[in-house]
């Protein structure tokens, strides 16, 4: 028998479980063992399905980012467009240099994160200014596209704590499960201490390929 260890993930862990349980329940001597297996299996299939789930919704979340930052980029780049071409091109024109004291498409390349927000909404300050008249219908595209950005990042920050929590639940149920599967190979030698071969029988053989395959840890599902 291999005891699991830390470096078997979640799919390793499950199916050693199965296996296990399935091979205990068909002796009656090992079937309150099987019980408890399977009671263990279904406590870390649930763990893991909670984690998935939670990190499904975290993943959705940053791909919303995404989609709100690109129409954050492209209102402020409108914006930068119209002013070029009332200062007739010239970057080093005051009322460019005002509104963009830095260049948009550097300032703009982060995928939110405070920098860039603090950009936009000094663009947003500065467009208030006299001279900017003609510029005023881009501010508001501007506001509801950097508020939208905001939320979505807010809530996907709720959903990473859910996702964190989740996972270490899950990480918590798996080094119970370790436990409880290196520790039934003692329990079974006492139940049938004459035949050790049985025993060997119950328990999953684990490749190199098995060991490998899977994460430790759900934090890391790559």
Request: with cysteine.
């Amino acid at each position: 028998m291999e005891a699991l260890r830390e470096t078997h993930g979640v799919d390793v862990v499950l199916g050693s479980l199965r296996i296990l349980a399935i091979r205990s329940g068909s002796r009656p001597e090992s079937q309150p063992l099987s019980r408890e297996i399977s009671a263990l299996y279904a406590r870390v299939a649930e763990k893991r399905d909670v984690w998935e789930a939670a990190r499904d919704e975290r993943m959705a979340a940053t791909a919303e980012i995404g989609y709100r930052d690109a129409l954050v980029d492209g209102s402020v780049m409108t914006l930068s467009r119209q002013c070029l071409a009332l200062v007739n091109g010239k970057t080093d024109d005051p009322r460019y240099r005002t509104l963009f004291p830095s260049a948009p498409s550097d300032r703009l390349k982060p995928i939110g994160g405070a920098d860039q927000e603090n950009y936009v909404r000094g663009v947003l300050l500065a467009l208030d200014g006299a001279g900017y008249e003609a510029l005023a219908p881009f501010k508001a595209p501007i506001e509801e596209a950097s508020d939208n950005l905001a939320a979505a990042i807010v809530r996907r920050n709720k959903l990473q704590v859910a996702e964190d929590v989740a996972a270490n639940a899950l990480v918590i149920e798996l080094g119970l499960a370790r436990d409880a599967y290196n520790q039934a190979w003692h329990q079974l030698n006492v139940v049938f201490p004459k035949d050790k071969a049985l025993v060997e029988s119950f328990f999953r053989a684990l490749t190199t390929r098995d060991k490998g395959r899977d994460p430790a840890t759900p934090v890391n599902p790559a």
